[in-house]
Each structure stands twice: as C-alpha cells, then as structure tokens.
C-alpha cells in the first residue's frame, strides 16, 4: 500500500511541475467577500436587480525554479516507491 501511496504522489508531483512549465501565470479565485458594504451593484438597475458580490482574485507566478525543484522532487519519489518491496501475499 505504501508503494502505491508514494509512486501517486510522485506521479501528482511530476504533473504539477510540467503545469507549471506549461503555465505563465494562474489566476486563484479565493472566494466571495461577506462584507455587505464592498458588495457592487449591477449597472442595469431596475427593482429585480441584486447586488453582485465583489471576489478576492490572487494571480499565482510561479518563478524559474519552482516547476524544476516539483519535477525532481516527483522523479526522486517515484524512484523510491519503485525502489521499495513488494510484499508477496
């Protein structure tokens, strides 16, 4: 099980380290502000019209080394799952 456990993890690690070479920015929607007084309202107007809530948006840049450290670090923990025995049922 722990074999499985890890060659996953290295596998997710490796992924996200060539999404990160693929990408230049990302942009993480951190959620709705609950605050009612930063709320914005529509520009149509109108009686039926509701108020939009603002959104807390943070941009991701990942720098140079970071898709590199994400793809050695997958490669070396899928070698260590590789490397760890298999137990004969």
Not at 22 to 33: C, E, F, R, W
Not at 37 to 54: E, L
């Amino acid at each position: 099980m722990w074999r499985a456990f890890f060659c996953a993890v290295g596998i997710v690690l490796m992924i996200m380290g060539i999404e990160c070479h693929l990408i230049d920015s990302a942009v993480l929607v951190a959620g709705v502000m609950d605050d009612p007084t930063v709320q914005v309202q529509q520009q149509s107007g109108g009686i039926f019209s509701a108020a939009v809530p603002k959104t807390i948006d943070r941009v991701f840049r990942p720098s140079e080394w970071f898709p590199w450290s994400l793809l050695a670090s997958g490669a070396i923990t899928l070698l260590y799952s590789i490397s760890l025995r298999k137990n004969s049922p």
